[in-house]
C-alpha cells in the first residue's frame, strides 16, 4: 500500500524541510522513496529520523508544489525534529536500513511513536483532485500540453462539485503553474 503524506525532515543544523512523498508500506516497515536529488533524502541521511504526516488539508501539498512551504510546525515528541501543527496524526521514524539507487533510493523506516491529533472526517472528491493536479504538477516536465489539460479537465469535475474554500485555493495555486508552463512551453 502507498500512503500520500507530507514528510517532514531536518538537516543536522536543524533546519526543517517540509515535502510531499509516497510512502510504501509493508508490514511494519515505512519505505520512503525519494528522487535524487532531493532534501529529503539529505535530511534523512543526516539525522536518520523522518516524520510522517497525514493530512486532510490539501493546501499543504499543493503549496509544496508551488513554493509554498511555510506552514505551521510543532516540535516532535521522542526524535529531534517537528510536525505538521494542523495533521490529523502524525509518526516519528527512524531509519533502519537503506537499499541505495542513483535514481530513487529506498529508505526503510520503522516508527517509533505515533498520535492522533484531529479525527478523520472522511474522503471528499476535492481533495482527491488536488492530490492528483498535485501529483501532475510535480511531472509538468514529463507530460504533453495534450496530457495535462485532460487530466485537468477530469479532476475538475470532482473539484467543482465538492471542493470547499481550502480545495478552491490550492487547485488555484496549481492551476497558475500549470499555466505558465504551457505559456513557456508555447513560447519555446
Ligand atoms: C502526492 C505526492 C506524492 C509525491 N511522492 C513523491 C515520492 O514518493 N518521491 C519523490 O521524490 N517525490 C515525490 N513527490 C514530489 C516531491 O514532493 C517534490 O518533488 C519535492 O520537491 C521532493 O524533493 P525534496 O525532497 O528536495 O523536497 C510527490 C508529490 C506529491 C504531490
Not at 63 to 81: F, H, S, Y
Request: aromatic residues 6%; charged residues 25%.
Amino acid at each position: 500500500m502507498i500512503q500520500e503524506v507530507i514528510i517532514t525532515t531536518q538537516n543536522a543544523e536543524g533546519v526543517s524541510h517540509i515535502a510531499p512523498m509516497g510512502v510504501h508500506i509493508i508490514d511494519d516497515e515505512f519505505i520512503i522513496l525519494p528522487f535524487r536529488p532531493s532534501i529529503t533524502l539529505n535530511n534523512i541521511l543526516q539525522t536518520e529520523s523522518a516524520i510522517i504526516n497525514y493530512c486532510d488539508d490539501v493546501r499543504i501539498f499543493a503549496g509544496c508544489l508551488t513554493g509554498r512551504r511555510d506552514w505551521p510546525l510543532t516540535a516532535t515528541e521522542k526524535i529531534q525534529g517537528h510536525f505538521i501543527s494542523s495533521a490529523l496524526a502524525h509518526k516519528e521514524l527512524k531509519l533502519d536500513r537503506i537499499e541505495d539507487d542513483e535514481t530513487r533510493p529506498k529508505l526503510f523506516c520503522k516508527a517509533i511513536h505515533s498520535v492522533n491529533h484531529a479525527p478523520f472526517q472522511g474522503f471528499n472528491r476535492a481533495q482527491y483532485a488536488v492530490l492528483e493536479a498535485a501529483i501532475l504538477v510535480s511531472r509538468l516536465k514529463m507530460l504533453s500540453i495534450e496530457k495535462i489539460d485532460s487530466e485537468i479537465e477530469y479532476l475538475s469535475i470532482g473539484l467543482n462539485k465538492t471542493a470547499g474554500e481550502k480545495e478552491r485555493e490550492a487547485w488555484s495555486w496549481l492551476l497558475a503553474l500549470v499555466k505558465t508552463h504551457k505559456q513557456e512551453l508555447t513560447q519555446a
